[in-house]
């Protein structure tokens, strides 16, 4: 359903639930798809949520669960019976368990804690203690194993046993006794066998996988260069310990985006939708930067007061400042974005450091030059400020580029390289010292051109 | 592979070719997976590509291909025979060879559709009528159809017979002599079902789809959302033309994300890497913009000339210009971008609008009182500004962080209402308004408090 379609089932749903009409609510939603389920949960008011949730068949409010929001599962779960509580544990893949307990408060989570068997405990515990944002920390447990003298039929019939509790059937783990990965099988080539062969001769021994310790935006993008379905997560010592699903792939690969842009515009990333943040919480998400960025432009006015007596001497000058500045951060800045991006997509590594540096060096010449050129005609023709001034503002602009390309391309690599994130480290360092450099540049070529 | 060991590969590879040494290059890659080859094939010279390119098995060659880049494939195309092109457009899948086609120069698709059967050719030009970047353009026409009364081990059959040519078999779709899309069952569906059953009675009836015309981006946040592996495309009549599959929604939402990124810093998107990107078409992507970025700014210059006096009155006025300007246009960014980001992932909409600009107007005063508050202080008793001038920089903080704001959000969301990309009206207007009207209220209150 698109987002009216939603809308429009929402007000009769709410309307049906104000005149206690539970029957027809009941039947307009039954055959309802989980994530339109858990959007029209989340939408209504916390009294009729629990009302509404209980009217759907049992399986699928398990499943519109595991869609909702952490703060939509607390108010659920805090009004759980322990009977509800557990047949929505059941029902639940290890890793949703997971992503509702890491957002709870304790008191929620020893409610949760008491309606899982031992077994799941365990688990859940085990993936907690991975690294956040590790591949180990968004993957499932429930995968399909199959051995390699398996034939074929007999690998069917293990799917078919144990394939209901599993997120993906469609691709099947061969381990050895020591639970070592030692190849995959897809669906389809079981469907494409005989059912006597035998998984040995089939299975797929070249197989991609990563550690639990590995970012979970390296391991997305390892399932997406390969087009798989799934991605096996293993231990140190090889042996299989889960599986990251595509669907979860996705969700980082948006989520990773999503950071990226605001760091980009420096702001703490959150990880909630925009209009469910409160005022406070994006306040603080966003006046750190603010603040930093703030006192870092004061060195900027600390070398136009260095100045003043250059500027007094020409007033002319000053009007050309925040077209100078505004043009070095623009050019910084789409240096910046273009190589933090790359970075992110795992396009540039720190080895092309000369090559990124050689092209951006040729693309400022290219751009400030072009800008240069423009200027200096409107300058020298339209506002008639005459030669010497068009002359040192079309300098500036080349040099102010240059710098801005070489500080906004080389500085997030730099990060990078030294364990740092490139997005943070980008926005204000790359501002404050394209700026000053700018009106550092302006100021001298005006001295040595004007004679101020 | 992780990019150091495949690099390694290239090295080994580049030595075996450059010694003549074709067996052992051969058998080094026989078991490798496509993407991998691909990366390799790439990377080589284009003297050593085709001859590496002919060492692979065929149905890996082929797979190979598909995963290149259109450069790279064009390259391939000129040099092969007429039986080598043959052989690989057999085994491409039709979205494959439409993305290729789409890249290519008139004369190499002309010999492409030689090659290609009747059927075929009709298909493709099918799918290159679809708009751009809309999910019939992105769809492939190889999936699985089933009848409703077939029984499961009928289905099973039909799998079998028809699969090894599908992109995917795991969701499976019911159409009637129509074609008009009744239903879709998985094959895990399938495999935990009996093997009489009908599929009338297991087939899933609350079908998501979405049509040929609908946007790419639509398309990929609809199969994200309902974490499908597959979504079906339909024509106006409601008739099941393709299907976008889960690995092509993910390059979507990777480009879309790079899009946004770029047009966020005022650069017309590239669909290549930056590093096979060279330099003349680098500077036709971000020079309309700074050009216009630049022209834009003199409006600011103009506003700084017609303050000439109150600026020569009090010179240290002009120190603070950089800073408004630029926590001005930080905070807007903030919160364009955040707005952005939020209309590309669906989450906020037109009926939005109060809430947003009421929730901007609460954040700003909070970001500018906080900047107030502190700058006001530091002006006060570090910079000893005196308290007009402190007073006067304070007040124009929270008012042009709260127009900022409110520009910031507003524009975003009213583009995109207006039919235009959100993205692209973002940057450069945003930046302008909210410099002249930092200046302009920055100028005005001052004149007001220091009577100049």
């Avoid at 639930?17 to 307009?28: E, F, I, M, S, T």
């Avoid at 391991?219 to 979860?248: H, K, M, Q």
């Avoid at 240059?402 to 980008?426: F, H, M, Q």
């Amino acid at each position: 359903m698109n987002y009216d379609e939603n809308n429009e089932m929402l007000e009769r749903l709410e309307a049906l639930l104000d005149q206690r009409n539970y029957n027809q609510a009941g039947a307009l939603v039954k055959d309802m798809n989980p994530a339109d389920a858990a959007f029209l949960l989340e939408e209504l008011s916390e009294q009729k949520m629990p009302v509404f949730f209980r009217l759907l068949p049992k399986e699928l409010a398990a499943d519109a669960f595991a869609y909702m929001s952490p703060e939509a599962q607390e108010v659920l779960v805090r009004g759980f019976s322990d009977r509800e509580l557990e047949e929505v544990m059941e029902q639940l893949f290890l890793d949703d368990t997971v992503d509702m307990i890491e957002e709870m408060p304790a008191n929620v989570v020893k409610k949760i804690l008491r309606h899982v068997d031992a077994e799941t405990r365990k688990r859940i515990n085990q993936v907690l203690n991975y690294p956040k944002d590790s591949a180990g920390s968004i993957m499932t447990m429930e995968y399909v194993d199959l051995k390699r003298s398996m034939t074929v039929e007999q690998a069917f019939d293990r799917i078919r046993r144990t394939g209901v509790e599993k997120e993906t059937v469609y691709t099947c783990y061969v381990t050895d006794s020591r639970r070592k990965l030692e190849g995959i099988v897809t669906v389809k080539d079981l469907l494409l066998a005989e059912k006597d062969q035998v998984i040995r001769n089939i299975m797929e021994t070249n197989v991609k996988s990563v550690s639990t310790h590995t970012d979970q935006e390296e391991a997305a993008r390892e399932l997406s260069r390969y087009d798989f379905l799934a991605l096996p997560v293993v231990d140190a010592e090889g042996r299989l310990v889960g599986i990251v699903t595509v669907d979860d792939a996705i969700d980082v690969i948006q989520e990773e985006a999503t950071e990226d842009i605001e760091k980009m515009a420096a702001m703490a990333p959150s990880d909630r939708p925009y209009l469910k943040t409160n005022v406070w919480e994006t306040w603080r998400k966003r006046v750190p930067w603010l603040l930093i960025l703030m006192i870092s432009a004061t060195f900027t006015s600390g070398i136009i007061s260095a100045y003043e007596s250059a500027l007094a001497a020409s007033v002319v000058l000053t009007s050309f400042i925040p077209m100078l500045m505004d043009t070095g951060g623009n050019s910084g800045g789409q240096a910046s974005a273009t190589i933090i991006r790359g970075l992110s997509l795992g396009e540039i590594h720190y080895r092309d450091v000369p090559r990124v540096l050689l092209k951006e060096c040729a693309v400022a010449l290219l751009c400030g030059g072009t800008l240069a050129a423009a200027s200096f005609l409107k300058l020298l023709f339209l506002d008639r400020v005459g030669l010497p001034v068009a002359l040192v503002v079309a300098a500036t602009l080349v040099s102010a580029v240059v710098v801005a390309n070489l500080v906004g391309s080389s500085l997030p690599i730099l990060a990078k390289r030294l364990g740092l994130d490139p997005t943070v480290t980008a926005s204000p360092l790359i501002t404050t010292l394209v700026d000053a450099a700018a009106l550092m540049i302006y100021f001298n070529v005006a001295k040595l051109a004007l004679g101020i």
